[in-house]
């Protein structure tokens, strides 16, 4: 049962295919009985780190952070080859071998023999297409010394198999023994004439010939300096005390890398929030964990000016082209010309693009590629209209857990351990926000010898709580002023009526009942709110809810003030 949960490779198996690969074509009576108990009894073996959930018609396993053996084979046989195409053949033999050593003996060893007769080929396969290609590798470095007796064994093993006897007789004409490499073709010549009726195939009779006449399909190649272009890395840094958002990461991962051959499955993420949430570093991280998913190269463009105003579509084009290598031009490019171009050169190429801080759709549209191989990550703060195949994220506050670790990550842990209540409390007036926590983090490291009691005294005061948020160049007020002058006027005018509710969790009634307001028009406000990062969003069992962010609330309270004194002074 676990050995067929794990090949799916977190696809749902249906209970009649659980039911062939357990029992064949005789199932017991009580067949659903038992299959319910031995996923039951797998769910107590396996832990909470590992899920198995019932999704009809039949079952699903997802592993989680763990590594499945076959499915890490398949990844380093994967890089080998992509070494080897790009030259680096030492690479290439040292991969492959890593993802050999991964076979402790013969797969599926103790399962009932109708899951084997339906799974075991194919992994006997790939194991046999890994070894062919490592001991091609080695033959190219010219190690033919050492693969002779291997390859003497393997052609034992699988006589039918023409590209190992094929390197066989390469090996032995390398070390000078040409006569030996011409009796072991013609003794595969006669086998696969008596057991197949058939002659050696194209490959093997090219080495064949290339034995009797020295050409270029026995000769090792002539290895000089090769010349390789790095795949592009344009990736921020990565924050080294990242905390949290395991469960979030954990989806991303499973589901960003490309699926084997060309399906058509998205792999494009919005990743989306209030301001200081950490969208870009939640990003960062996932693409950073993605990496070997994605060898073809990693890149990165902001898509807002350090004033605001969003970066054009031309401008962005063209940076990610040069870094592809495409020498294009910046003045007077064409954008369907640099589109064209874009798709073109990604189509086929296993890259990561991160798209941050996109402003709308009309500017997001013109970068995303068009084949299936590329991933795309996006952060925004609003929610982005119809993009096609994007998959929303929406990245919520950190716990009061989740906060003190990550100040626990920055801070002296002797700092936090002399005074736990005070950590405690600086972090919940962080209210959440990555932003405010790295914020505190910084303040509390510039002064060593200050007390977290001292700072944790002064966030407690709600009219200065916001004016310590800030330090070298990180802004609480300033990350939420740029969000409020995106608000057209009604939307910015209930904003800062919100605090009067003086509730951080409230109901469409309950506001329009205090606000007084008609709560059809209100409801679609507040949903705009939501969908610009301003407002948190809940189903309840009841009826819906908002939150308002503490920090949120506390720098709307300051709006309507100042609003006030304006209007005052008018």
């Known amino acids: ?77 994967r890089l080998g080859m992509e070494a080897r195409e790009a030259g680096d053949v030492e690479r290439s033999v040292a991969l492959l071998r890593d ?26 396969e790939a194991r046999a297409v890994t070894l062919e290609n490592r001991i091609a590798a080695d033959l190219e470095l010219g190690r033919h010394p050492g693969l ?42 006669r086998f696969l004439a008596d057991e197949m009726g058939v002659d050696p195939g194209a490959e093997l009779t090219a080495v064949y010939q290339g034995v009797l006449s020295g050409g270029p399909a026995v000769t090792p190649p002539v290895r000089g300096a090769t010349t390789r272009t790095a795949p592009p890395s344009t990736l921020p840094e990565d924050v080294p005390d990242f905390t949290g958002r395991r469960t979030e990461l954990a989806e991303l991962r499973r589901l960003l890398p490309p699926s084997g051959g060309r399906s058509w499955h998205a792999r494009r993420f919005l990743v989306t ?114 993009v096609g195949g994007v998959h929303t994220r929406v990245l919520r506050p950190l716990g009061p857990q989740e906060s003190l670790q990550m100040l626990t990550a920055s801070v002296d842990p002797a700092r936090m351990a002399a005074e736990p209540q005070a950590a405690r409390d600086i972090a919940r007036y962080c209210a959440g926000l990555p932003l405010a926590i790295r914020i505190a983090a910084t303040r509390l490291a510039a002064r060593p010898s200050s007390s977290l009691r001292r700072l944790a005294d002064r966030l407690a005061d709600p009219g200065s709580r916001l004016r310590e948020l800030e330090v070298r160049g990180l802004s609480v007020p300033r990350s939420l002023e740029a969000s409020l002058s995106r608000l057209d006027r009604e939307e910015r005018g209930l904003l800062l009526l919100l605090p009067l509710l003086g509730e951080e969790v409230f109901s469409v009634r309950s506001a329009a009942r205090t606000l ?55």
């Open 148 to 189: 002779v007796p291997e390859l003497t064994s393997l052609v034992a093993e699988f006589p039918m198999r023409e590209r190992m006897r094929a390197q066989l007789m390469k090996a032995l004409y390398q070390g000078g023994r040409q006569a030996d490499a011409l009796t072991v073709y013609h003794a595969g010549r």
């Open 273 to 386: 929030g209030m301001p200081g949430i950490g969208k870009t570093a939640f990003a960062v991280r996932a693409a950073n964990e993605s990496l070997d998913a994605f060898p073809d190269g990693q890149l990165y463009v902001n898509l807002t000016h350090p004033d605001g105003r969003p970066v054009d579509p031309r401008e962005a084009l063209v940076g990610m082209l040069r870094s592809l290598g495409e020498p294009v031009g910046a003045a007077g490019s064409d954008l369907d010309e640099l589109v064209r171009l874009y798709r073109t050169r990604t189509v086929g190429q296993r890259v990561l693009i991160l798209l941050d801080n996109a402003v709308s759709e009309l500017q997001l549209s013109p970068l995303l590629p068009g084949a299936p191989e590329p991933g795309v990550l996006i952060t925004s703060q609003t929610i982005l209209g119809p």
């Open 1 to 77: 049962m676990l050995a067929a949960l794990l090949l799916a490779r977190g696809r749902v198996v249906p209970d009649a295919q659980l039911s062939q690969l357990l029992w064949g074509w005789n199932p017991p009576i009580t067949v659903s009985a038992q299959i319910y108990t031995y996923i039951s009894r797998l769910r107590m073996r396996l832990g909470d780190g590992v899920r198995i959930e019932r999704q009809l018609p039949g079952y699903v396993l997802d592993v989680g952070h763990a590594r499945i053996d076959f499915l890490e084979f398949e990844r380093l046989s």
């Open 516 to 570: 007084g307001l008609a709560a059809a028009p209100l409801e679609s406000a507040l949903e705009s709110l939501v969908d610009q990062g301003l407002l948190g969003f809940a189903e309840e069992p009841n009826a819906p809810v908002y939150r308002l962010n503490s920090l949120v609330r506390l720098f709307a309270e300051t709006g309507r003030y100042a609003c006030e004194v304006e209007q005052a002074a008018a």
């Open 99 to 124: 993802a050999l050593e991964l076979w402790r003996g013969p797969a599926l060893s103790n399962v009932t023999e109708f899951l084997a007769v339906s799974e075991l080929p194919r992994l006997e």
